[in-house]
């Protein structure tokens, strides 16, 4: 069982930047390095959505052509702790954003909600104009 706790949402202005971070409570670095991560996002009466993952190692990502350019996602292996840094932000950009992640036994990434096994509570991102 994988427990992620998110944080680092809130606030922002069109144009600023906002990071977000998901850890793997209880999850020791060696466990940590097996999982691939991901982060998603839902938007009020959208379906939720892919934004960006990463694999086990950290050598590969991947994102969403929406965000491709402006959000950053990387890994921490020694602190079980994956982040999105999110530059440019656009009014579009505002929902609740969900990591996730899986026991991944290959070495890239996954960008469909149903590559996932757990999930995080959600953290509130909101961009005002």
């Known amino acids: 069982q994988v427990q992620l706790v998110e944080s680092g949402g809130g606030l922002v202005q069109v144009g600023g930047s906002l990071s977000v971070s998901c850890a793997a409570a209880?999850?020791?670095?060696?466990?940590?390095?097996?999982?691939?991560m991901g982060w998603f996002r839902q938007a009020p009466g959208k379906e939720r959505e892919f934004v960006a993952a990463i694999s086990r190692s950290g050598d590969s990502a991947g994102y969403a052509d929406s965000v491709k350019g402006r959000f950053t996602i990387s890994r921490d292996n020694a602190k079980s702790t994956v982040y999105l840094q999110m530059n440019s932000l656009k009014l579009e950009d505002t929902a609740v954003y969900y990591c996730?992640?899986?026991?991944?036994?290959?070495?890239?990434?996954?960008?469909?909600?149903?590559?996932?096994?757990?999930w995080g509570q959600g953290t509130q991102v909101t961009v005002s104009s």
């Open positions: 996730a992640a899986v026991v991944a036994g290959g070495s890239g990434y996954y960008d469909r909600r149903y590559n996932y096994d757990y």
């Open positions: 209880r999850y020791s670095s060696n466990s940590f390095s097996r999982i691939a």
